[in-house]
């Protein structure tokens, strides 16, 4: 079993001078304890899930993996989870490379359809309906694939992206694994078992996250890919 450590409060005593070496801190003594993966949130505002206000703390997800990346050698860093609103998909994937690349190929990419439509209003973001940002999530998806694929540099032309050459160099030193957030039997468990390599699932009770995972066996049939 791999254990991972996801950190969500960024609000420490000592004031804003302690974030820094607080949360390099934490990373050190994640990766002593035998900690696996290191991960945080990427929002504009704090959630409502925390207990705490929108107000609170929230630094920007990337920058904050890459300063990790510096104080750590061994443990994964990722993001619970990456909204497909936040950052145009090709912009993504060379942020995602980035931190790869730096930290010695320890990222891992978490991505979702994003649902915190305050954070969007607030900053002057663009929040489509729910059924354009899993479009926008499935594109997302298949670019990055495109362009952590070497051997081809484009052009990607979906719904809602079209990019001329995809490329990316230097190529990540591994390719990110990609985590999918959400537990949506319909869509999210179906775009998990065709581009993902895990998922976040939400479940109130064991025998509810059992049934999500038999319904994500069964994408996975259907996509001809190994569960396991």
């Given at each position: ?8 409060i960024?609000?420490i005593?000592g ?7 607080e949360?390099?801190?934490a990373?050190v003594?994640?990766?002593?304890a035998?900690a696996?993966s290191?991960?945080f949130m ?9 207990g705490?206000p929108?107000?609170?703390?929230m630094l920007e997800?990337y920058?904050l993996l890459?300063?990790l990346?510096?104080?750590t050698s061994?443990?994964?860093l ?6 497909v609103t936040?950052r145009?998909p090709g912009?993504l994937?060379k942020t995602?490379t ?7 190929g320890r ?6 359809a994003?649902?915190f439509?305050r ?10 309906p729910l059924?354009?940002?899993f479009?926008?999530l499935e594109e997302?998806?298949q ?14 032309r979906g719904k809602h992206?079209?990019?001329q ?9 591994t390719?990110?694994k ?6 949506g039997?319909?869509?999210?468990l ?8 895990a998922c976040n ?9 059992a049934?999500?995972?038999?319904v994500?066996?069964g ?6 890919r190994d569960y396991d």
């Amino acid at each position: 079993m791999d254990l991972g450590l996801s950190i969500p409060i960024l609000d420490i005593d000592g004031g804003t001078t302690a974030i820094a070496p607080e949360l390099a801190r934490a990373g050190v003594a994640a990766e002593a304890a035998g900690a696996t993966s290191l991960w945080f949130m990427d929002h504009f505002f704090q959630i409502e899930p925390t207990g705490l206000p929108a107000e609170a703390n929230m630094l920007e997800g990337y920058t904050l993996l890459g300063y990790l990346a510096g104080h750590t050698s061994r443990i994964s860093l990722g993001l619970l989870v990456t909204g497909v609103t936040y950052r145009h998909p090709g912009l993504l994937a060379k942020t995602v490379t980035t931190v790869d690349v730096l930290s010695g190929g320890r990222a891992v990419f978490g991505i979702g359809a994003a649902w915190f439509e305050r954070e969007h209003v607030g900053l002057g973001v663009p929040y489509p309906p729910l059924g354009e940002r899993f479009e926008r999530l499935e594109e997302a998806l298949q670019i990055c694939n495109q362009m952590w694929d070497p051997d081809n540099n484009g052009p990607y032309r979906g719904k809602h992206y079209q990019l001329q050459e995809t490329l990316c160099n230097p190529q990540p030193i591994t390719k990110p694994k990609v985590l999918i957030g959400g537990s949506g039997e319909r869509k999210t468990l179906r775009l998990v078992a065709r581009y993902g390599d895990a998922c976040n699932l939400f479940g109130t009770s064991p025998d509810e996250v059992a049934h999500k995972l038999r319904v994500l066996r069964g994408h996975c049939d259907d996509a001809a890919r190994d569960y396991d």
